[in-house]
C-alpha cells in the first residue's frame, strides 16, 4: 500500500535557491525564515548533498541545517 502523505519542513532562516543564477534569472523569490515548504527530493552531485523543496509554486534547492522536518498527518 502506497502513502500519500506528504513531507512538509519549515525554514530556519531566509531560504534562497543553492543555485542563485537559476533564481536571479527567473525572478523567483526568496523564502522567508518560519515558512512551511514540500520535500521534493534529497540528491548528490560534486559539491554535496541538498535537499529539494517547493514553495509558492517555485523548486529550490537547499542544505539540510536551513530547514527542519515537520511531522504532520496530512494526505
Known sequence: MESN??????????????????QLAQGYPPIPKGEKVLYIKTFNNCYGEYIRIKWNNNYYDTVSWKIRKVITNES
Do not use: C, V
Not at 513531507?7 to 534562497?16: E, R, S
Open 5 to 22: 502523505n506528504k513531507i512538509y519542513y519549515i525554514t530556519l532562516q531566509k531560504i534562497f535557491d543553492e543555485d542563485w543564477k537559476t
